[in-house]
């Protein structure tokens, strides 16, 4: 759970979505067995199902929420990003710190959140599927200013906009961020 932001930067996520911060809450991103690590290339196959969140705010006092965003900035192709920002999850509400030793929590994925201390899920996972040449998929992390965060899903994926998603709930600039790669896979070819 690295906090340096130069893979971000390298990796033009800061910049193309959002501007730049300083990380101060622990992010971890797992998918089935693998970690999510600043530009590591995943297969789209091994990201179909919503990743394990963990969210760790070792300098927090009292339990902290906090919202996640996944988004797709090269769709449909980076060469020509005309939907850019192509959003594949928003989650709000996630605890970032309880009254325990660890002082994190783990938000496992979840397709139905029953309570309130899971975390919201406001737009469904949907894992990447990119078209043509190589996508980055970031997840960000914005701590809430005040409790609980009443969002409206987006009327559309496409076009989505992180900067004016965080100004329009008083979210600010992130807390903590990591992506990776992926492109299309080979199709199965028949003999």
Request: charged share 15%.
């Amino acid at each position: 759970m690295a906090r340096s932001i130069e893979p971000l930067v390298v990796g033009r996520v800061v910049g193309d979505v959002i501007d730049m911060f300083v990380p101060s809450v622990d992010l971890a991103v797992q998918y089935t067995s693998r970690q999510v690590s600043n530009g590591c290339q995943m297969k789209p196959s091994a990201t179909v199902q919503a990743p394990n969140i963990e969210v760790a705010d070792r300098n927090a006092d009292n339990v902290n929420l906090f919202t996640l965003i996944m988004t797709d900035p090269d769709a449909p192709s980076p060469s020509e990003p005309s939907m850019r920002e192509w959003v594949h999850w928003i989650v709000t509400d996630i605890p970032g710190s309880i009254a325990q030793s660890n002082q994190g929590y783990t938000w496992f994925n979840e397709r139905v959140v029953p309570t309130s201390s899971a975390g919201k899920e406001v737009v469904p996972y949907v894992g990447p599927r990119p078209p043509i040449g190589i996508h980055r998929y970031i997840f960000m992390l914005f701590k809430q200013p005040y409790g609980p965060l009443i969002v409206c899903p987006p009327t559309a994926r496409n076009n989505f906009n992180t900067r004016n998603f965080a100004a329009e709930h008083g979210l600010g600039l992130p807390v903590a961020a990591t992506y990776f790669n992926a492109q299309k896979e080979p199709g199965n070819r028949r003999r």
